[in-house]
């Protein structure tokens, strides 16, 4: 599940030498992220016809990984402006090449949406590395853009927490119309649309159903472009990872 971002053209590695690591460790400087997420099962399902553009369910969706700082985190000013983050925020996560990147929820209304990312390069519980990084598109808080423009940071204090519904966001499910004669669906998280258009997939020991995103529906074509649902199971917890990707790099 793919988003595309693109801004500028940077340099994809940097060594960095760790004072607690006898060799030095390559780590890229920059690189596209993915952020996971923890979905719950689907809310206010629609009943009856569903036009095109009309919403199937309601879901929240929240962050796999997620830490809280125990340091203040001192503004950045090189190569643009990262804010000062105070003690105690709330960081959810993005995989990167081997570990995580730690940002803060982007706050889409503000006048500059770019912020710092963390991360723990030597995984001693303090970040020593952070990115700068902005909301993808204009709508949602938790698709970070690619990270980039790796830095030393000082060592910041951090604890890691168990995700929680309490961070949740909500996603959407929306009927996009037939493609070829099959519907086809698209999710919409926070108020912006990934990219990805799915289709619901047949399930060959159940007749009549098919999977749609991890959830079992029945879908039956009402003609002149719309459809009903029966949402026949749906598992407590299922998982999205979206890629968040600068065709540059």
Not at 141 to 152: C, G, I, K, S
């Amino acid at each position: 599940m793919r988003t595309l971002a693109a801004f500028g053209a940077v340099c994809l590695s940097l060594f960095i030498a760790l004072p607690s690591l006898s060799e030095a460790q390559m780590i890229r400087r920059a690189e596209n992220a993915v952020v996971e997420l923890m979905v719950l099962p689907p809310e206010e399902v629609a009943s009856g016809q569903v036009e095109r553009g009309g919403t199937l369910w309601i879901e929240r969706s929240f962050p796999v990984y997620v830490a809280r700082l125990v340091d203040e985190a001192p503004e950045r000013t090189r190569p643009r402006r990262g804010a000062p983050l105070e003690a105690g925020t709330v960081l959810f996560g993005l995989s990167v090449t081997n570990g995580v990147a730690y940002c803060p929820p982007i706050d889409f209304d503000a006048p500059v949406r770019r912020v710092q990312c963390f991360r723990d390069l030597d995984d001693n519980g303090t970040f020593d590395g952070r990115y700068l990084t902005r909301s993808y598109g204009i709508d949602s808080q938790y698709m970070a853009a690619f990270v980039h423009a790796l830095d030393r940071a000082p060592q910041i204090a951090y604890e890691r927490l168990e995700p929680t519904p309490d961070m949740a966001t909500q996603s959407r499910i929306v009927f996009d119309g037939f493609r070829r004669g099959q519907p086809t669906f698209r999710r919409y998280l926070d108020e912006q649309r990934l990219e990805t258009r799915w289709t619901c997939e047949p399930i060959s020991d159940a007749a009549g159903t098919c999977d749609l995103m991890g959830v079992v529906l029945r879908v039956t074509s009402q003609g002149n472009d719309s459809i009903s649902i029966e949402v026949v199971d749906a598992p407590d917890v299922r998982y999205l990872g979206v890629e968040s990707r600068n065709t540059g790099l």
